[in-house]
């Protein structure tokens, strides 16, 4: 059972490009939390989806920042117009949704606005 | 809200000594805790969890962890340390009775000398 997938890597953007980062879950689990960790920090709630629905976006950032779980295909989290500042490790982490829920989490997505 | 405090950024140990990663924490109803360790470069892994009944819980590659409700803590331990433990540790908190998103300390890099 493959973990939590995350593409790319590391990602590379200037300011005022937009950046895609992609999350497919782990099998079976239809819960997607994304989560940010700025350099020396701990980890930041962002969003938390299930299928076609955002439940929980109260860590999004109200500009430049969106995220999806659509029915087919992986969770997509988009940056807009990027900025020095959000250069970061984003994680993406997925559940199967029935309490008591554990979190798995991807590798991350390393982005570097230059 | 619900917040979660690591006293120690830096805990060192020599090897095949006991060691503890500190953690408390604050929520308004009954927890739900965790803890995570992230090696360089890499996502976070999921090491143990504590729900309810027995309060000491026991995880992934020896380690566990003693939930004590009165001094709302969750330290990690482990009896005997090993070089390969040298990571980055996280506790999460999440409140059992509302939003999923977890909240976590800020980290303890642990160092496991020779």
């Known amino acids: 059972n493959a973990g939590v997938m995350q593409n790319p890597r590391h990602l590379v953007r200037r300011r005022g490009q937009e950046a895609r980062l992609r999350c497919s879950p782990m099998?079976?689990?239809?819960?997607v939390y994304w989560y940010r960790q700025l350099p020396e920090e701990g980890l930041k709630f962002m969003v938390y989806?299930?299928?076609?629905?955002?439940?929980?976006e109260s860590g999004m950032p109200k500009e430049r920042f969106s995220a999806e779980f659509p029915k087919e295909g992986p969770s997509i989290l988009r940056i807009q117009q990027v900025v020095r500042g959000d250069s970061a490790a984003y994680f993406c982490?997925?559940?199967?949704?029935?309490?008591?829920?554990?979190?798995?989490f991807g590798p991350g997505t390393r982005l570097t606005v230059l | 809200a619900q917040s979660v405090a690591q006293p120690e950024d830096q805990v060192n140990v020599a090897e095949g000594n006991p060691l503890t990663v500190k953690c408390t924490y604050s929520v308004s109803g009954n927890p739900y805790l965790f803890w995570y360790v992230q090696y360089p470069n890499r996502g976070l892994q999921f090491l143990l969890k504590y729900i309810t009944g027995d309060n000491l819980v026991k995880g992934s590659y020896g380690f566990e962890a003693e939930f004590n409700k009165s001094q709302t803590s969750f330290h990690l331990k482990k009896p005997s340390a090993l070089v390969s433990d040298s990571a980055l540790y996280f506790c999460a908190v999440r409140d059992r009775g509302s939003a999923r998103q977890l909240t976590f300390g800020s980290g303890t890099q642990l160092t496991v000398l020779p």
């Open positions: 099998k079976g689990h239809s819960h």
């Open positions: 982490a997925s559940s199967p949704g029935r309490e008591p829920d554990t979190q798995y």
């Open positions: 989806l299930q299928k076609e629905n955002i439940i929980d």
